[in-house]
Structures are given as C-alpha cells and as structure tokens.
C-alpha cells in the first residue's frame, strides 16, 4: 500500500539552530500539506502546496519557517531558528487532485520535534 | 471561540456500550464533514464522511445537522480496539481547507 513517506520521525534540536523535514507524497498525489500537531490538540494547516505552488500559507509563521515543493513532487518545510515553542509533531499528508478535502488525504507518520 | 469544538472527554466506558460524540463549527458556509481517528502518537486516519442524509458504516454513524451546526459520530458495541481520539474535520469549500477539531479521547475498558 502507498504511503506518504517523512524523515526523520524524531528530531531534537537546540534552540535558535535550524531544523529540516522532508516529505514524500504519495506518487501522483498533486495536493500536499504540511500541518503541525501541539500534543492535546488537533492538526493546524501550515502550507498546502498544488502541484509547486503554494495554495495557502497564511498560517505559516514565515519570519521563521519556510516550505518548499520544487518539482511538484517531495517538499521539504524549514525552522530557522527554531524556538522552544516549535516543538510538536509535523505532519505531512497528500491527496490525489486538486481542492479536495482532508478527507481524501493520507497522513504520514510525522516528525516530533523537540526543542531544547 | 474555535472554529470547530469537541469536547475533550475523556469518555471511558465498558466494552460494549454505545458512546456519541458531537463536533460544532462556527461558520455556517462549511461544506463537507469528516470524522478521524488518531491513535496515540500516531498520524490521523480518515474514519468517515459526515453526508447530509447521514451515513452508517458497520458499527459507526455519522450525522450532520446544518441547522444546528454540529456533526456527530455514534459508535454501537465498543471494542477495546476503538479507544483512541477521534477529530472531527469541517471543510470550507472546493479550496480544500480543512480545519480539524482538537479531538475526543474514548477509553474502552475490559
């Protein structure tokens, strides 16, 4: 079965360095997302992504985070500097065509991020 | 006040028994319904649609009530299996923008 593929699963990283995740889509999938999950609540939209453009950020904190989806394919999403407040899971999920709904999007495993 | 609201729980209840959670959302334009779950530490999987007319899939059911603005998701026969979180999504439209509840923790005991 296709999965969306993330990297790494678990980060610690000191305050004030840098942090990247990586996201693979499932193949074929044009729509990708990037939420962040605080423990206790539920996914918050950070970017979405249709095919390399960027559809929706207005969530992203952009004087610190930054996403990227160059091909249309992977996309990677950026802390610098990460603050202590950055730590949560950071999930990646892809839905198979454009402006569809959550539910047609398959989540990967996450990366927890601890800042320290 | 949040977009979506559920209510924590947790709920914890006997093998068997039939639980129902509600989900409330704020903005009367929101189109389509869902329900996840998410096991503990784990990633959100879809669980349901929320249809209009409602809708069954085995033990679960899902309703929607748009003039009331809440959705709802009833689970007959509980398994221990079925304790985890369950988020409730509400979708704004065609641009795919969803916004995701904060979860209901249900416990199913032995």
């Known amino acids: 079965e296709a999965e969306v593929a993330q990297s790494p699963r678990y980060k610690i990283t000191e305050k004030s360095q840098a942090v990247a995740f990586w996201c693979d889509p499932i193949?074929?999938?044009?729509?990708l997302y990037w939420y962040r999950q605080i423990l206790g609540q539920g996914p918050e939209l950070l970017v979405q992504f249709q095919d390399e453009s960027v559809v929706d950020d207005s969530q992203l904190p952009k004087d610190r985070f930054s996403a990227e989806r160059l091909k249309g394919v992977d996309s990677t999403l950026k802390i610098q500097p990460a603050e202590l407040g950055d730590s949560a899971m950071y999930l990646c999920?892809?839905?198979?065509?454009?402006?569809?709904?959550?539910?047609?999007?398959?989540f990967g495993q996450g990366t927890r991020l601890t800042v320290v | 006040r949040k977009e979506v609201e559920q209510d924590p729980g947790p709920f914890n209840v006997p093998e068997g028994a039939t639980v129902a959670f509600n989900c409330t959302y704020s903005n009367s334009a929101s189109q389509s319904f869902f329900w996840y779950r998410q096991d503990c530490r784990k990633e959100p999987k879809l669980l349901m649609s929320?249809?209009?007319s409602g809708n069954e899939d085995g033990r679960f059911t899902a309703q929607l009530n748009r003039a009331s603005q809440y959705i709802s998701l009833l689970i007959r026969d509980s398994k221990l299996s079925d304790s985890a979180t369950y988020l409730c999504?509400?979708?704004?439209?065609?641009?795919?923008?969803?916004?995701f509840g904060d979860g209901t923790t249900l416990t199913v005991k032995p």
């Open positions: 999920a892809s839905s198979p065509q454009a402006g569809t709904s959550a539910s047609e999007a398959f």
């Open positions: 929320v249809y209009s």
């Open positions: 999504v509400v979708n704004k439209g065609n641009a795919g923008k969803s916004t």
């Open positions: 193949s074929g999938h044009a729509t």
